[in-house]
């Protein structure tokens, strides 16, 4: 079975910098796409990035565009989330993961297998 980890969450100023880390144990998640999602206080879980099997091909949400950057190591079982620019309403709890398909898709339902999440707070 595989476990996906997050890692790389805290705190940082507006405008500031946050990467964020995917890893799984277990079996190869190299033909699946994977995506980050993030969920705020009060809020609906949302789309956040999405990266193709192999890296090909990637989806942002509008709000992220141009500020944060999805990519992947498959030979190290690993999701990255480059941030910056970062605004206080990115803060939320950030959660990697699992598509059932090969390409990027931006709907939650796409998603079988999802990490324990990790914090980042934004301060104004």
């Known amino acids: 079975q595989v476990v996906l980890v997050e890692s790389g969450g805290g705190l940082v100023q507006a405008g500031g910098s946050l990467s964020l880390s995917c890893a799984a144990s277990?079996?190869?998640?190299?033909?699946?796409?994977m995506g980050w999602f993030r969920q705020a206080p009060g809020k609906e879980r949302e789309f956040v990035a999405a990266i193709s099997g192999v890296g090909g091909s990637t989806a942002y949400a509008d709000s992220v565009k141009g500020r944060f950057t999805i990519s992947r190591d498959n030979a190290k079982n690993t999701v990255y989330l480059q941030m910056s620019s970062l605004k206080p309403e990115d803060t939320a709890v950030y959660y990697c993961?699992?598509?059932?398909?090969?390409?990027?898709?931006?709907?939650?339902?796409?998603?079988?297998?999802w990490g324990q999440g990790t914090q980042v707070t934004v301060s104004s």
């Open positions: 993961a699992r598509c059932r398909f090969y390409f990027a898709r931006t709907v939650a339902s796409d998603y079988d297998l």
């Open positions: 277990g079996r190869t998640f190299s033909n699946a796409a």
